[in-house]
């Protein structure tokens, strides 16, 4: 029940920046910005609606999730100590499978969420890391308080973690993962993934 109302409101977030009701956008909310821009703009698309074109916006969607989520980033966070301990392989591994389980997740919740509101309330910027803080308001008036926490690379603000009414995303499933890893295995961790991303 968690993980739903998390993620309800991760895709809320994504499908309704491009609907502000403040004229606040530091250089990391504009990037977010440019970011739900085309995610709206693809959603919307005409030429995309029926099921036989799902595969192809479905494509379209992870190109642009992709080029702003930072998924090695998000992985490291969310195996923590377990994450050194791992060869390059498994990381890469676990890079791959963790960020198609995010990317499959958001896929299945990415449509039929409109007309709610977000108010940018700033941004705090401690060197390459950063916080934008949303609240998100729903057409039953409902506020929805949201964090990105941001890092910058060559330039560009990458997202590392959302958290949701002060549930954060990555530690949700750090706990999962750290359980799972204790009580069995990193393999049997990646067995898991496998067959969460396969749909077994």
Known sequence: MAKRCLWHGIVLILLTLVFPTTSFAGEATKEIKETTDKIIAIISDPAFKGTNKRSERDRLLRKVVDERFDWREMSRRTLARHWKKRSD????????????LLERTYMDRVGGYSGEKVLYQGEKVDGKYGIVKVKIITKKETEIPVKYRVKKKKGEWFIYDISVQGISLINNYRKQFNSIIIKSSFNDLMKKLKAKVSGD
């Not at 392989?89 to 198609?100: P, S, Y």
């Open 89 to 100: 392989k498994e990381k890469r591994l676990f890079v791959d499978l963790f960020g198609k």
